[in-house]
């Protein structure tokens, strides 16, 4: 049985994320390890109780802010098994999550594995299980379902890794700033063109209970919008420059709700500055 990392970045949530750690610890095998790297403000709460549950797999490290993929990339750096899990702070493991994705791991060709996920903040846009980003530059995603097949992209509550894998792809892409939203879509694309697989494992499943703050939440709806425009444009230009034409149309329209709902006719000029941003900031 192969060992494994489980890591968890995490931000201004000390009590959710204690209770994701224990879950993940309840799972954990002899020779794994978890690692929470924790950039917040204030760290000894978290680390004493950590430390209190005196168990040597379980560690505590603090870190700068620095952004989510900037976090997984030194998580990842801090640890050394085969395999990693990276959970976020706010989630409720279920039975057999870890082991689930360590199986689906060893697989021929399996580069990333995703879970089953109950998810509580958003609802699914799509029909069947799947995630990926279609035509227009939207992520069509339903994570639920029993059985397994391969998917275009993990989802950054819970997905695990081969470590060959990511160091093959030199980790997470920190241009994916804000709210992080694609960072894990724009490692698994570029895991993908290298012939690894991404899995989605209704076993390996959890609660992500996607609490109102902390972690990457932006509390500025409009703040939100705008990363989402910029990191869709980063997306594009670097995995599906075609589609630029298609989705800079749609998002002009998704923009243009937007400033409608808002009562902002300025919306539509900030939100499009910011998806040509993402586009400029692929060299």
Avoid at 86 to 111: K, M, S, T
Avoid at 119 to 144: F, H, I, K, P
Avoid at 192 to 217: E, I
Wanted: net charge positive; aromatic share 6%.
């Amino acid at each position: 049985m192969a060992a494994l990392d489980v890591l968890i970045c995490t931000y201004e949530r000390p009590d959710h994320v204690l209770h994701a750690a224990a879950d993940a610890r309840a799972q954990l095998g002899p020779e794994d390890r978890l690692l929470v790297l924790d950039q917040s403000r204030r760290v000894q709460a978290t680390r004493d109780a950590l430390q209190s549950w005196g168990d040597p797999r379980v560690r505590h490290e603090a870190a700068p802010p620095r952004g989510l993929p900037a976090a997984r990339n030194l998580a990842l750096a801090r640890s050394d098994r085969p395999l990693v899990v990276f959970l976020d702070d706010d989630v409720r493991l279920l039975p057999g999550c870890l082991d689930a994705h360590r199986r689906a791991l060893q697989e021929d060709g399996i580069g990333a594995t995703v879970g089953a996920i109950d998810e509580r903040g958003m609802a699914w846009n799509a029909r069947r299980t799947r995630n990926e980003v279609d035509r227009t530059g939207r992520v069509r995603v339903r994570l639920e379902g029993e059985v397994a097949l391969d998917v275009g992209s993990t989802k950054g509550c819970n997905m695990g890794w081969r470590r060959e894998a990511l160091e093959q792809i030199g980790g997470f892409d920190p241009g994916f700033a804000g709210t992080s939203f694609l960072e894990e879509t724009d490692a698994s694309e570029a895991a993908r063109r290298l012939g690894w697989r991404v899995r989605y494992v209704p076993d390996a499943a959890l609660v992500h209970l996607s609490a109102p703050a902390g972690g990457v939440r932006v509390e500025d709806t409009a703040r939100t919008a705008w990363w989402r425009f910029h990191n869709t444009g980063r997306f594009l230009a670097k995995h599906r420059p075609a589609s630029l034409p298609v989705a800079g149309a749609t998002f002009s329209a998704i923009a243009l709700r937007r400033a409608i709902a808002w009562g902002d006719p300025g919306a539509p000029a900030r939100l499009m500055a910011a998806f040509a941003r993402g586009v400029a900031s692929v060299g």
